[in-house]
């Protein structure tokens, strides 16, 4: 079993929905969770990180940590074709390496 | 653009060669990782390094690779006797400290044995 698990999708949705990507882990030592947005032939790009359980907000992007289930998740608002991209979800207990998931390309259509 | 810088972006290796992957770590960042992405799979952890020290290298090949970040210059990692199998995209993140988590990717360097 892999400790990250992520739907490889393609999730294709329309411009303007709201969309949600989704990650289980398996890893209980796993304290920080982040997630990654990954153009084509590009490195990962830094959306956003949480710590433990909750929410965290931030322009059209939420990211929810559940511990209980080891379950997070990311929620982008009004979609837009810019969005299309693969989306990475990750986990760390010890400030060193990253263990990711392999990845849900998101397709926004117009 | 003070961003991670890795060069060269293509690499092409005859089999049996070496393979040097330059990384040069954001401004004010003393922390670098390594990271191997394969065709459909996922970012690997390979390696962690600061200055002069290697912290972690649990993802790291026993054979054929190492890695260092001396105290001056780029962080290097070295690929001796590339084979097929090592043909992928490696890509180097900083991050500022110990005890910080964001890490920040750059663009990665793409490894095509031939």
């Known amino acids: 079993q892999k400790e990250v698990e992520q739907d490889p999708g393609p999730l294709s949705v329309p411009e303007g929905a709201i969309v949600s990507l989704n990650c289980t882990y398996s890893?209980?030592?796993?304290?920080?969770f982040m997630w990654y947005r990954q153009y084509s032939r590009k490195g990962p790009e830094l959306l956003m990180y949480?710590?433990?359980?909750g929410n965290k907000e931030d322009g059209r992007f939420t990211a929810q940590v559940d511990k209980s289930s080891k379950y997070i998740s990311l929620f982008i608002r009004d979609s837009q074709p810019s969005d299309s991209a693969t989306y990475l979800c990750?986990?760390?207990?010890?400030?060193?390496?990253?263990?990711f998931g392999t990845g849900t390309r998101l397709q926004v259509t117009l | 653009n003070a961003g991670v810088m890795q060069n060269p972006r293509h690499l092409v290796r005859r089999r049996g060669q070496e393979a040097r992957l330059r990384c040069s770590p954001m401004?004010?960042?003393?922390?670098v990782y390594w990271y191997r992405q394969l065709p459909e799979e996922g970012l690997k952890f390979m390696v962690y390094?600061?200055?002069?020290?290697?912290?972690?290298e649990s993802g790291m090949p026993k054979e054929r690779f190492s890695a260092e970040f001396p105290k001056e210059g780029p962080s290097i990692l070295r690929i001796q006797q590339v084979v097929r199998g090592d043909s992928a995209a490696y890509f180097c993140?900083?991050?500022f400290g110990r005890g910080t988590y964001e890490q920040y990717f750059g663009p990665g360097t793409r490894l095509t044995v031939t």
């Open positions: 993140a900083s991050s």
């Open positions: 401004k004010g960042h003393s922390h």
């Open positions: 890893n209980s030592a796993f304290q920080y």
């Open positions: 990750a986990g760390t207990g010890t400030a060193s390496k990253l263990t």
């Open positions: 390094l600061q200055k002069e020290n290697i912290i972690d």
């Open positions: 949480t710590y433990s359980s």
